[in-house]
């Protein structure tokens, strides 16, 4: 029996999630796996009853869990307070408590919804399927001093990038895991020519690169890399970078598959659980009109089956019914341009159930 957290939060966090939950229950059935479900508030919702955008009681609940679930955090109407207090601190918190420091988010074209992509057809030339490898405890976001002072009439900003090799190292290795996995090739994505971190990036990333001789290792700086990305976006496998480069790199990576409403993503760390999550937000501006793509949070679920329970076939089946659904011209709204029907979330979810129950 797998225990998950479910933390659906604010904005389209509880559409979707209720989606991913149904699309579990259906898998369970199908391969007979047991899932008991815990639901906690997070963000705006946690702050309306806590106080605080996470809350003791939503991390206890979380550490006793094999693997969290989360929905996305945020909204106008929490959008003034102090910057500790704003919702968005619940996903920060709990990647810290966690110690989840490598972020997988992988962006897989389907050719259903070639329409939606803002790449021409012939550049994407049927084989975009790659996975971005970011690193998410370190560097420049979390870098220290950091702060502004005033220097007579000028004001002075700084932050600090900084990793030390451990760190390198060890989000190194889940991206070697992954590619091993795959088709075999990493990508290391730094700034060697201008930056020290970046050198000693690279060098770290070759030394753990010896210890995966099966997998091919290649270096490219992140300008290149940001422009590759949308001339021969096919050539990449398995990206790794830092955190800022990863941020940057991986919205630019989503935006070429269309919609972000189908972008899942995992964060993994040395021990469970890890979290899944949708790259998307709370979306306000759709929230309670039934109309959210639910792709993200149910193809996070399947990431959550591959993960963090080897339940392979199962996350495959999750994979297969949503390429499905869309190759028979089901979409939600944000992806109409080509569809056959559009439907609700609520009518995804339910398409998506009906195709696993009868694969
Ligand atoms: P967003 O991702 O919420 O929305 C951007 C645009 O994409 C909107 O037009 C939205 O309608 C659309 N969109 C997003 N997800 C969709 C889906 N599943 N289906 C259809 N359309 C979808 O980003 P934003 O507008 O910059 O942020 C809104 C709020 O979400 C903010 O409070 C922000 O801080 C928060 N946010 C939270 C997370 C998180 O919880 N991890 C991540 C990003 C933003």
């Known amino acids: 029996m797998y225990n998950i ?35 906690g508030f ?10 605080v955008p996470l809350s003791d009681e939503t991390l206890n609940l979380v550490r006793n869990s094999d693997a969290v679930l989360f929905g996305a955090v945020g909204g106008p109407k929490w959008d003034n307070l102090k910057r500790e207090l704003r919702p968005e601190q619940a996903i920060l918190k709990l990647r810290k408590e966690l110690g989840l420091f490598a972020n997988l988010r992988p962006a897989i074209f389907y050719p259903s919804i070639a329409d939606s992509s803002p790449l021409k057809n012939s ?4 084989n975009l399927d790659l996975l971005i490898v970011r690193e998410l405890t370190g560097g420049l976001y979390f870098g220290t001093p950091r702060g502004r002072e005033n220097i007579g009439q000028t004001v002075r900003a700084f932050d600090t990038m900084v990793y030390t ?6 989000v190194a290795r889940v991206a070697f895991e992954a590619a091993r996995k795959r088709r075999k090739k ?14 000693l990036w690279r060098e770290v990333v070759e030394e753990v690169g010896k210890e995966y001789p099966d997998v091919e290792l290649s270096h490219m700086y992140v300008d290149n890399c940001a422009m590759q990305l949308v001339v021969n976006p096919g050539q990449f496998d398995v990206i790794l970078t830092e955190n800022t480069f990863g941020d940057i790199l991986s919205d630019e990576s989503a935006v070429l598959t269309g919609s972000i409403g189908m972008l899942p993503s995992a964060s993994l760390g040395d021990k469970k659980p890890f979290l899944y999550e949708p790259c998307h937000g709370s979306a306000p501006d759709i929230a309670g009109k039934g109309i959210a793509n639910p792709l993200a949070c149910i193809l996070s679920a399947a990431m959550m089956l591959e993960y963090s329970f080897d ?27 080509g569809a056959k029907k559009v439907v609700t979330t609520q009518e995804m979810g339910d398409i998506i159930r009906d ?5």
């Not at 989606?19 to 579990?24: D, V």
């Not at 195709?355 to 694969?359: A, E, G, P, T, Y």
């Open 5 to 39: 957290a479910l933390l659906p939060g604010d904005g389209i966090g509880p559409e979707v999630m209720e989606e991913a939950k149904k699309i579990l229950i259906a898998i369970g059935e199908k391969f007979d796996i047991e899932f008991n479900f815990k639901q």
């Open 42 to 51: 997070v963000g705006g919702a946690s702050i309306e009853i806590f106080g």
């Open 123 to 126: 550049i994407i030339n049927g």
């Open 165 to 170: 090799s451990d760190e390198i190292r060890r």
């Open 186 to 199: 990493v990508t290391s994505v730094d700034k060697a020519n201008v930056l020290e971190t970046s050198r």
């Open 311 to 337: 339940e392979r076939e199962a996350a495959y089946c999750i994979r297969t019914a949503v390429e499905e659904a869309l190759k028979k011209g089901y979409r939600t709204y944000d992806m109409k341009d």
């Open 355 to 359: 195709i696993i129950l009868n694969i």
